[in-house]
Nanobody, 124 residues
Framework: QVQLVESGGGLVQAGASLRLSCVASERTFSSYAMGWIRQAPGKEREFVAGIRGRGGYTVYADSVKGRFTISRSNADNTVNLQMNSLKPEDTAVYYC?????????????????WGQGTQVTVSS
């Protein structure tokens, strides 16, 4: 059982930046593809960004391309999401998720482990 713990959420104004972090309990962290998924009030969960098990290859939702950057440190069992130029529509609970394979899942249902989420609120 992999445990994921997110941190770094908060309340910011539009245009500001936040950095989310997720620490995993898994010793073979580098063999897991990781993702950030968000859920806004009244909406379904939405893929934000994903990164391969050993890093290097990343995927982003069109809505965050050029503003968000996903990265990982396999030495620290950590995956981060740097969020710049935040918009009110980025307001959501952000979840860290993992799948025990190197390749990034094509669907949210393929993610096996999920964190508890961290709230990001962007005011206008």
């Amino acid at each position: 059982q992999v445990q994921l713990v997110e941190s770094g959420g908060g309340l910011v104004q539009a245009g500001a930046s936040l950095r989310l972090s997720c620490v995993a309990s898994e010793r073979t962290f580098s063999s897991y593809a990781m993702g950030w998924i968000r859920q806004a009030p009244g909406k379904e969960r939405e893929f934000v960004a994903g990164i391969r098990g050993r890093g290097g290859y990343t995927v982003y939702a069109d809505s965050v391309k050029g503003r968000f950057t996903i990265s990982r440190s396999n030495a620290d069992n950590t995956v981060n999401l740097q969020m710049n130029s935040l918009k009110p529509e980025d307001t959501a609970v952000y979840y860290c998720a993992a799948v025990p394979r190197a390749t990034i899942p094509l669907t949210l249902a393929e993610y096996v482990y999920w964190g508890q989420g961290t709230q990001v609120t962007v005011s206008s």
